[in-house]
């Protein structure tokens, strides 16, 4: 039976049990909302791990659009049935302000990684996501952490957090889990209206076009993929860059692990995708 638990005494007093016991614990941070990408990573820890945490928190910190903090769907009802399906053992659902007590003061901001591509579009984003994930890692004690490739940048963020406070938790990174046609599964799909769903597609596949583009050594590719993306109907593309997988820094040759990297917006809504070239 998977329990939910609000405050971080309780948490911390089941996972020093397991711990007396041996056993390894797996948290998977969420905001909820969740969906197959998210069920993904609780299997993947479910895999490696003798307990599993999964963490529902909208986390106002990290949302630089206040409407968006609003119009994010909460769904924790359902989220816990797809859980307790999973054999999740707990679902860490605190309110805001176990998160953030009052007189919270501490930021934890990463520079570098954290700075381009949605660190720039997203003032703010990604020390929000490094605090709380900080704090998610404190709170539940857990010894390995699970996170989706689909949110690339922010995974090198957290990789870089862990490295850099001595944060003893092993990051480990999951697959982006995709709908048949190829679209990269996210929260915000919910949101496309059926013209845009069936448009959303084409930013997967004129990426995948880009990357076999740019391994053939096409100048051209970005800026090919840029147009195709736009002539498949989005609205607009903020950006669709080819980085350093690991730091996000310009890519300069071809001779490193590169990775593709696009945000794209479609009736009304900011999509966002990336892929190995
Ligand atoms: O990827 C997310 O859902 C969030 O950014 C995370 C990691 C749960 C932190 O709030």
């Known amino acids: 039976m998977t329990k939910i638990v609000r405050s971080v005494a309780e948490l911390r007093a089941l996972v020093r049990g397991w711990k007396a016991a041996g056993d390894v614990v797996g948290v998977v941070p969420t905001m909820g909302a969740l969906h197959d990408g998210h069920l993904s990573l609780a299997r993947a820890a479910k895999a490696d791990c003798a307990r599993v945490i999964v963490t529902i928190f909208v986390n106002p910190k990290q949302f630089n659009n206040p409407d968006d903090l609003l119009k994010y769907p909460r769904t924790e009802t359902a989220d816990a049935?797809?859980?307790?399906?999973?054999?999740?053992?707990?679902?860490?659902?605190?309110?805001?302000?176990?998160?953030?007590?009052?007189g919270f003061a501490t930021t934890v901001s990463v520079a570098g990684v954290a700075q381009p591509l949605e660190g720039a579009l997203r003032p703010g984003h990604f020390d929000g996501v490094a605090t709380v994930v900080a704090k998610l890692f404190g709170m539940t004690l857990a010894d390995?952490?699970?996170?989706?490739?689909?949110?690339?940048?922010?995974?090198?963020?957290?990789?870089?957090?862990?490295?850099?406070?001595?944060?003893?938790?092993?990051?480990?990174?999951?697959?982006?889990?995709r709908e048949a046609d190829g679209l990269a599964m996210s929260s915000r799909n919910a949101r496309l209206d059926a013209g845009a769903r069936a448009k959303a597609p084409a930013l997967y596949a004129a990426m995948r076009r880009a990357a076999l583009a740019l391994r053939a050594g096409r100048g051209d590719a970005l800026d090919a993929c840029r147009t195709e993306v736009l002539a498949a109907g989005f609205d607009s593309v903020e950006y669709i860059e080819l980085r350093d997988a690991a730091t996000l820094d310009v890519a300069a040759t071809l001779d490193q692990p590169l990775r593709l990297l696009a945000a794209a917006w479609l009736g009304g809504v900011r999509l966002i995708d990336n892929i190995p070239v």
Do not use: H, S
């Open 81 to 102: 049935a797809l859980l307790q399906a999973e054999g999740v053992d707990v679902i860490f659902a605190p309110m805001p302000d176990e998160v953030y007590p009052a």
């Open 144 to 177: 390995r952490g699970y996170f989706g490739q689909k949110d690339w940048q922010q995974l090198q963020v957290v990789q870089r957090l862990v490295r850099d406070l001595n944060i003893p938790v092993d990051v480990v990174g999951c697959e982006t889990v």
